[in-house]
């Protein structure tokens, strides 16, 4: 599905039409913010605008403006809607780990309920209920 079937004007937009994952351009995102070229400030703003509109991205280096030196226009991303889904609850466990990562992993995992926090199952049965 193109940008133009979806209706959506930005990445987030984008994301969020095609069911929360999509892969980005650092100049397309770099774009977005008004910006001509890219460079260590713009990574990191970038890094920014994503987190502040709801989005995740992977791999976590790929905007780290310390790591990349000589960033590409063509490069990509991964981006994410970090809806408390489990897409994004996967992807967050996997790029942040953390002490729930275990848990996280294996409640997606057919027949592991077993390893769901207690939050996680009250999420479930609320989802279940709402049906």
Known sequence: MTTAEVGANTVAERCRAEGGLVQATLGELREELGYR?????????????????????????ALDGEQVINPRKEDT???????????????????????????????????????????????AITRIVQA
Do not use: C
């Open 77 to 123: 991303v991964w981006v994410y809607d970090r809806d408390g889904g489990p897409r994004a609850q996967v992807i967050d466990a996997i790029v942040n780990p953390g002490k729930n990562v275990k848990a996280v992993l294996s409640s997606h995992v057919e027949g592991a309920k077993v390893a769901m926090t207690a939050e996680q199952k009250l999420e």
């Open 37 to 61: 070229k890219l460079g260590r400030w713009v990574l990191n703003e970038i890094a920014e605008n994503l987190r502040d509109t709801g989005l995740g991205y992977f791999p976590l280096n």
